[in-house]
């Protein structure tokens, strides 16, 4: 049965930085592209970032709001997938979710098939 457990959200400050981290069982983590996702209130999920695994090497992907801020990681020894998040901003307020990819995109939340507990992360002003 597929769990995910996500860790490391939190208040901080802007200019701050958090790590997330989701750690995943009951499916064979390194055959899956993993993602992390976020919803404020009141708005739709969004894409954060992603990461593939292809012969032995990680491409990363990123929105273009977090893209150099966000570094997104993944230990297929571990099954976890980390989300550094540096200069972090009041509207990167949301809660975080970490998911395995079914197919598809890797962008779009509904190609996505396995959703893990959401890590709430606000940033004050």
């Known amino acids: 049965r597929f769990s995910c457990r996500a860790s490391g959200g939190g208040l901080v400050q802007a200019g701050g930085s958090l790590r997330l981290s989701c750690a995943a069982s009951?499916?064979?983590?390194?055959?899956?592209?993993w993602g992390w996702f976020r919803q404020a209130p009141g708005k739709e999920r969004e894409f954060v970032a992603a990461i593939t695994w292809r012969l032995a090497v990680a491409y990363a992907y990123y929105a273009d709001s977090v893209k150099g801020r966000f570094t997104i990681s993944r230990d297929n020894a571990k099954n976890t997938v980390n989300l550094q998040m540096n200069l972090l901003k009041p509207e990167d307020t949301a809660n975080y979710f970490c998911a395995a990819q079914g197919g598809g995109t890797y962008y779009r939340p509904e190609d996505y098939a396995y959703w893990g507990q959401g890590a709430l992360v606000t940033v004050s002003s």
């Open positions: 009951g499916l064979t983590f390194s055959s899956y592209k």
